[in-house]
Nanobody, 117 residues
Framework: VQLVESGGGLVQPGGSLRLSCAAS????????MNWYRQVPGKERELVAS????????NYADSVKGRFSISRDSAKNTLYLQMNSLKPEDTAVYYC???????????WGQGTQVTVSS
């Protein structure tokens, strides 16, 4: 099983980034997918979720209207489009796959996002 995040980097406030999470080794379409983020000294925070079929999404209040989660089952890839980025969005972003029935979770290794002028 592998979840490999990419697309992080340094961006100025107000800018945009698109994160990707390439999944392999499990049936992607059977898993709810999530993006989390974490800053040093703080707990990992749920940013956005998308249902296994892609028909339902949820967002943390802090990113609503700015971030958009999506998935491409043909490519086994999860995305997070991040717009109007703020310095407080700076964190390591992780993707997580979760099977609701089996209660099985897989995590990626994370990608750093830094928002700074």
């Amino acid at each position: 099983v592998q979840l490999v995040e990419s697309g992080g980097g340094l961006v100025q406030p107000g800018g945009s980034l698109r994160l990707s999470c390439a999944a392999s080794g499990f049936t992607f379409s059977n898993y709810e997918m999530n993006w989390y983020r974490q800053v040093p000294g703080k707990e990992r925070e749920l940013v956005a979720s998308i249902s296994s079929g892609g028909g339902s999404t949820n967002y943390a209040d802090s990113v609503k209207g700015r971030f958009s989660i999506s998935r491409d089952s043909a490519k086994n890839t999860l995305y997070l489009q991040m717009n109007s980025l703020k310095p407080e969005d700076t964190a390591v972003y992780y993707c997580k796959a979760y099977h609701l029935v089996l209660r099985r979770a897989y995590w990626g290794q994370g990608t750093q996002v830094t928002v700074s002028s």
